[in-house]
């Protein structure tokens, strides 16, 4: 069973706080409250009505959103609703019934192509996974629904999911212009239904879970620590916007040679191999010097 934490989000509108969980409490809809009338379908929301400063309770995919009456702070209570929250769904509480009407938002996706031509990412308005998913067959696809459906498209070579996009990698034996639309109108539906993106044990199995990640981390000699937080702040969110990742296989302290895994856009891509090798093995080079002399990229 997951193991749910909490944590305090703050928002631009100081009368609202967002309680993150680590897992998705909806299949990727949304629910807003305005008593404990209209919460009738989910016990959760009922819960927090039951604290006399809570106006409003909107649900959705990993968060729950609470706004208040001014009566109180949120310093003063976010730490023991964010308490509260967690107990409640840790003791198999029921976030929203199955009956629920699900708060129409509508789902957009939007097709953007890439540094490599064989990639398209698409993106959607909302959060789809809390971790990062390479998919490169059918078969390693068990863990994910949606990656599964989409290997059904003869053209469909792997499948990349992050955050809010599916980043999709195709045969030469189609073209983007022919089947962009198809794939961009396939994954809006499948969103907008609430069906299951990946299956909630997908993170743990895969090793994936902040958890797991955190222990390796931990595990690391201090220069693989910090060739992590370099590639996480300066690397990462380039490579992501371009519907990618990087990822740090190894350090050899011997050899003083680095192991990084290129995935999603990055994989296979002409220039961005070159590009993404040449660059970061220049900026290790330069911000730990005497500590690097090659980066290896390997393709996903």
Known sequence: MNTFKVSVQETSNNAIVKFETNHFITQHQSFEFNNIDEAKASPLAQQ?????FVKKVYISGNFIAV????????????????????????????????????????????AESTPNPSVMKFVANKKIVRALFEFTSIDEAKLSP??????????????????????????????WQDITVELR??????????????????????????TQLDSKYDALDDTSKE??????????????????????IAYDADTKNVSVLLQGACSGCPSSTYTLKSGIENMLKEMMPGKVAMVEAING
């Open 146 to 175: 949606l990656a599964t459906e989409l290997f059904h498209f003869p053209f469909v070579k792997s499948v990349f999911l992050d955050e809010n996009y599916v980043s999709i990698t195709k045969y030469d034996i189609a073209e």
């Open 67 to 110: 706004e208040r009456y001014a009566i109180v702070e949120w310093n003063d209570v976010q730490d023991e609703v964010a308490e509260q929250i967690e107990a409640y769904l840790n003791d198999g509480g029921i976030a929203v019934e199955d009956t629920a009407a699900p708060k129409k938002v509508p789902v957009t996706v939007y």
């Open 227 to 248: 060739i992590i937080n370099i590639l996480e702040e300066y690397v990462k969110p380039a490579v992501a916007s371009d519907g990618g990742n990087i990822q740090f």
């Open 185 to 210: 109108e396939f994954i809006r539906t499948y969103i907008e239904n609430g069906k299951e993106i990946v299956a909630p044990e997908a993170a743990e199995t895969l090793q994936k879970s902040e």
């Open 48 to 52: 927090l009505f039951y604290l006399p």
